[in-house]
């Protein structure tokens, strides 16, 4: 009997959540990984919904970000400048004056945005070969999984693109598409007769709640889970309200299942690396806080909406802060004991 293929060395970042809220708190950890010596050291970043924005402008930026040596004032300028500029506006709902002057549709209104502000016409061909950049998404018409990458290989039970003449902006719509909010996207596959069909592709989470199966084959995770907390609502009266709250408590379920797995991957030696969560407290970790994060605090940024409505730069820098905040602790806990403490927050004036 052959002995089963050994893990690939490679390290994974893997960005996962919903809206404004993980794209911040994402940018947080970033951050947090540079100054920390260990971002470069990434060779594959995954992304999924609002996490997918953050792995696509990383990605983008990578080349950038090397040539400063991954300094966080490089991460500052090319990750969470342009993050927090994109945050300061609303897109999930076309805005009066955008809606005027844009003639197209909702998903070409936020793909117009998105690659204005962040990815300006990059398409997968223009990456750099590592580390590979993955996003996932979600086909609504067969259910399965679809991954936008910029390695070219088959994967068991989803549908690969790797067309490296792709957008990255494309891919990223995909991945945070949420029918009624965001309309489906519709990209034509080929089958075997040369005929195009249509596919229609929604949120990456669907299918893959932590960003997570596109990297198995890493020996070492590093996961950040964005996803909001399930808290309860006092009035939904709108049909909209009523199907936004529909789609928090499944994806707060389809977590559940593969966090679960990840911990146990952890705790069995079958990977090393660390996870850590919005919705998680300082508590959950066993090394030291060095920094003031209040639990009632870090649950307000929690029970924020699942949206992509301008934030306020209090909201902005508090997300930023506790992404920041929880993936330090989450790798002295369980990735490297002998990580140096931060000193203080990136906007120290603000907290959590």
């Given at each position: 009997?052959?002995s089963?293929?050994p893990?690939?060395?490679?390290?994974?970042?893997?960005?996962?959540?919903?809206?404004?809220?993980?794209?911040?708190?994402?940018?947080?950890?970033?951050?947090?990984?540079?100054?920390?010596?260990?971002?470069?050291?990434a060779?594959?970043?995954?992304?999924?919904?609002?996490?997918?924005?953050?792995?696509?402008?990383?990605?983008?930026?990578?080349?950038?970000?090397a040539?400063?040596?991954?300094?966080?004032?490089a991460?500052?300028?090319?990750?969470?400048?342009?993050?927090?500029a994109?945050?300061?506006?609303?897109?999930?709902?076309?805005?009066?004056?955008?809606?005027?002057?844009?003639?197209?549709?909702?998903?070409?209104?936020?793909?117009h945005?998105?690659?204005?502000?962040?990815y300006?016409?990059v398409?997968?061909?223009?990456?750099?070969?590592a580390?590979?950049?993955?996003?996932?998404?979600s086909?609504?018409?067969?259910?399965?999984?679809?991954?936008?990458?910029?390695?070219?290989?088959?994967?068991?039970?989803?549908?690969?693109?790797?067309?490296?003449?792709?957008p990255?902006?494309?891919?990223?719509?995909?991945?945070?598409?949420?029918?009624?909010?965001?309309?489906?996207?519709r990209?034509?596959?080929?089958?075997?007769?040369?005929?195009?069909?249509?596919?229609?592709?929604?949120?990456?989470t669907l299918?893959?709640?932590?960003?997570?199966t596109?990297?198995?084959d890493?020996?070492?995770?590093?996961?950040?889970?964005?996803?909001?907390?399930?808290?309860e609502?006092?009035?939904?009266?709108?049909?909209?309200?009523?199907?936004?709250?529909?789609?928090?408590?499944l994806?707060?379920?389809?977590?559940?299942?593969?966090?679960?797995?990840?911990?146990?991957?952890f705790?069995?030696?079958?990977?090393?690396?660390?996870?850590?969560?919005?919705c998680?407290?300082?508590a959950?970790?066993p090394a030291d806080?060095?920094?003031v994060?209040?639990?009632?605090?870090?649950?307000?940024?929690?029970?924020?909406p699942?949206?992509?409505?301008?934030?306020s730069?209090?909201?902005?820098e508090?997300?930023?802060?506790?992404?920041?905040?929880?993936?330090?602790i989450?790798?002295?806990?369980?990735?490297?004991?002998?990580?140096?403490h931060?000193?203080?927050f990136?906007y120290?004036?603000r907290?959590?």
């Amino acid at each position: 009997m052959s002995s089963p293929e050994p893990a690939n060395p490679g390290i994974a970042l893997c960005l996962s959540g919903g809206g404004y809220r993980a794209v911040l708190f994402n940018a947080g950890a970033v951050l947090r990984l540079s100054e920390a010596g260990l971002l470069q050291r990434a060779t594959r970043i995954c992304g999924v919904s609002g996490g997918a924005i953050v792995a696509g402008l990383v990605a983008v930026h990578w080349s950038r970000m090397a040539v400063d040596g991954f300094s966080p004032d490089a991460v500052r300028r090319e990750i969470i400048g342009p993050l927090r500029a994109l945050a300061s506006r609303t897109l999930d709902g076309r805005s009066v004056v955008g809606g005027l002057l844009f003639p197209r549709s909702l998903t070409e209104w936020v793909s117009h945005n998105f690659d204005r502000e962040l990815y300006r016409g990059v398409q997968f061909g223009d990456l750099p070969k590592a580390p590979v950049l993955s996003i996932g998404a979600s086909q609504l018409n067969s259910g399965s999984r679809v991954v936008f990458s910029s390695e070219v290989r088959s994967r068991s039970g989803a549908l690969s693109i790797c067309d490296p003449s792709y957008p990255v902006t494309d891919a990223v719509c995909a991945s945070i598409a949420m029918p009624p909010a965001f309309p489906a996207l519709r990209v034509s596959e080929s089958n075997l007769d040369g005929d195009a069909r249509a596919m229609q592709l929604a949120d990456g989470t669907l299918c893959d709640p932590l960003a997570i199966t596109d990297a198995q084959d890493c020996q070492t995770l590093w996961v950040s889970d964005g996803g909001g907390a399930l808290v309860e609502e006092e009035s939904l009266d709108g049909k909209l309200e009523q199907a936004a709250r529909a789609m928090e408590m499944l994806q707060h379920s389809l977590r559940l299942p593969p966090r679960h797995a990840l911990l146990s991957a952890f705790q069995g030696g079958r990977h090393s690396g660390a996870y850590w969560s919005l919705c998680a407290a300082t508590a959950d970790y066993p090394a030291d806080t060095c920094l003031v994060c209040p639990p009632g605090r870090a649950a307000e940024l929690a029970a924020l909406p699942t949206r992509f409505a301008a934030m306020s730069d209090d909201l902005q820098e508090r997300l930023v802060n506790w992404g920041y905040a929880i993936c330090d602790i989450a790798l002295r806990s369980w990735f490297d004991p002998s990580l140096p403490h931060p000193s203080e927050f990136p906007y120290r004036d603000r907290g959590l």
